[in-house]
């Protein structure tokens, strides 16, 4: 799958930074860059908390992510250029001022860029060539744990509020997907618009069955 940069705006909220990690996790997963989730997730939940705590609840707030080369970049847009994170210092046993040290901890790198009408506050991790095991990680697996990851994030969606952040991101996520089995289909000699249409008379089906019951 093209790793394609993409870039999300929201309102920095602390109930956004769920949504946010969950997103995270989906892309990463369908990037074939397990490895990088946790780590990921951290850095953009401390990138956005840092934004909540010392720009304000509301703000105006930009997530990038994509590929420097072999880096996973991340970056959190906001538009205030006079507060800029520090690296603090402060201590195991302090609750606050602690962001830029875990960040500093999991990436490899980061920094901040000062625009004419934002500020850039960035992360970089490395990714790794193969798994844990010495094998390169099978993309087909990947994408698998991948799927399983979405449909829970769907599936949540439809128990409580939807959000829209996830949604969205969802809906990205899913015709990425569906580009791949297209992909898969043509590199074994389906054809693709036949498989198309048949799903789409058994969706067609199921839905008439949903309805009348």
């Given at each position: 799958?093209?790793r394609?940069?993409?870039?999300?705006?929201?309102?920095?909220?602390?109930?956004?930074?769920?949504?946010?990690?969950?997103?995270?996790?989906?892309?990463?997963?369908?990037w074939?860059l397990?490895?990088?989730?946790?780590?990921?997730?951290?850095?953009?939940?401390?990138?956005?908390s840092?934004?909540?705590?010392?720009v304000?609840p509301?703000?105006p707030?930009?997530?990038?992510?994509?590929?420097k080369g072999?880096?996973?970049?991340i970056?959190?847009?906001?538009?205030?250029?006079?507060?800029?994170?520090?690296?603090?210092?402060e201590?195991v046993?302090?609750?606050?001022?602690?962001?830029m040290?875990?960040?500093?901890?999991?990436?490899?790198?980061?920094?901040?860029q000062?625009?004419?009408?934002?500020?850039?506050?960035?992360c970089?991790?490395?990714?790794?060539?193969?798994?844990?095991?010495?094998?390169?990680?099978?993309?087909?697996?990947?994408?698998?744990?991948?799927?399983?990851?979405?449909?829970?994030?769907?599936?949540s969606?439809g128990e409580s509020?939807?959000?829209?952040?996830?949604?969205?991101?969802?809906?990205?996520?899913?015709?990425?997907?569906?580009?791949?089995?297209?992909?898969?289909?043509?590199?074994?000699?389906?054809?693709?618009?036949?498989?198309l249409?048949?799903a789409?008379?058994?969706?067609d089906?199921?839905?008439?069955?949903?309805v009348?019951?």
């Amino acid at each position: 799958m093209s790793r394609k940069p993409w870039d999300l705006r929201f309102l920095a909220e602390p109930e956004e930074v769920a949504a946010l990690r969950r997103v995270l996790r989906v892309h990463l997963g369908l990037w074939g860059l397990d490895e990088l989730i946790d780590a990921a997730q951290l850095c953009v939940s401390e990138l956005v908390s840092n934004v909540i705590i010392h720009v304000g609840p509301g703000t105006p707030t930009t997530l990038a992510v994509s590929m420097k080369g072999t880096d996973l970049r991340i970056e959190v847009h906001d538009p205030d250029t006079r507060t800029l994170p520090t690296l603090l210092h402060e201590g195991v046993d302090c609750e606050t001022g602690r962001g830029m040290e875990l960040i500093t901890g999991m990436a490899d790198r980061w920094g901040v860029q000062l625009l004419a009408d934002r500020k850039v506050t960035w992360c970089e991790l490395t990714t790794a060539p193969a798994a844990r095991n010495g094998h390169v990680a099978v993309p087909g697996v990947t994408r698998a744990e991948a799927l399983l990851d979405l449909y829970a994030v769907v599936k949540s969606a439809g128990e409580s509020k939807p959000s829209r952040l996830s949604t969205a991101l969802a809906e990205e996520a899913v015709i990425d997907v569906i580009t791949d089995f297209l992909h898969w289909l043509r590199a074994h000699g389906c054809d693709e618009e036949e498989i198309l249409d048949r799903a789409q008379q058994r969706f067609d089906s199921q839905s008439a069955m949903i309805v009348v019951s």
